[in-house]
């Protein structure tokens, strides 16, 4: 890659649709990691970075549901053309459609550092399920891993609290 990459973001997105991914890296260093996604049918897991994260929606609208610091869910809408910082540890759970695409801003994540992709119970509002990972390579889609575990057994999806399970989408 040039030492000065320049990206067309529409462009770049239309090809992350050809590829059939949801996630394209377009660099990631120590302090700074880029890429666009595309929205993920059925997304219900709220993600918390050990970094601020900033996110431009490039096309389409977002629904970014999130958590306050007192559990409540919120729900702030991010319009075509918008930017939102989410600051780091706040739960987060972007919403939005396969055609539409965002553009987001972090940084690498130093070697001690987490991130935490959490499910809540909607029988009894507990935590259902918690994958934690340090995520060395934004490569890897730790979104996609994490749905994989989630869905993978149905021990991950019932609730320790009241029993319900979750159903698949
Ligand atoms: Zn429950």
Redesign the pocket.
């Known amino acids: 890659m040039s030492a000065m990459p320049i990206v067309n973001l529409l462009e770049h997105a239309q090809r992350l649709t050809a590829s059939g991914k949801r996630v394209s890296v377009l660099w990631q260093h120590d302090d700074t990691l880029a890429f666009i996604a595309r929205g993920r049918p059925h997304r219900s897991e709220f993600h918390s970075d050990p970094v601020d994260e900033v996110m431009y929606m490039i096309k389409g609208d977002m629904r970014l549901h999130y958590r306050t610091a007192l559990g409540e869910e919120k729900v702030a809408v991010i319009r075509e053309g918008e930017i939102v910082r989410c600051p780091a540890g706040v739960p987060h759970s972007p919403r939005f459609s396969p055609d539409a695409f965002v553009l987001v801003l972090e940084r690498k994540r130093r070697a001690s550092e987490h991130d935490r992709f959490t499910w809540y ?1 909607e ?2 509002g ?1 935590v ?1 399920y918690e994958s934690i990972k340090h995520v060395a390579d934004y490569n890897m889609d730790p979104v996609s891993r994490a749905y994989e575990e989630f869905y993978g057994t149905e021990k991950s999806r019932t ?1 320790a ?2 029993g ?1 399970v979750t159903p698949r989408p």
Request: net charge positive; proline share 0%.
């Open positions: 119970c029988g009894c507990a259902l609730c609290s009241c319900r």
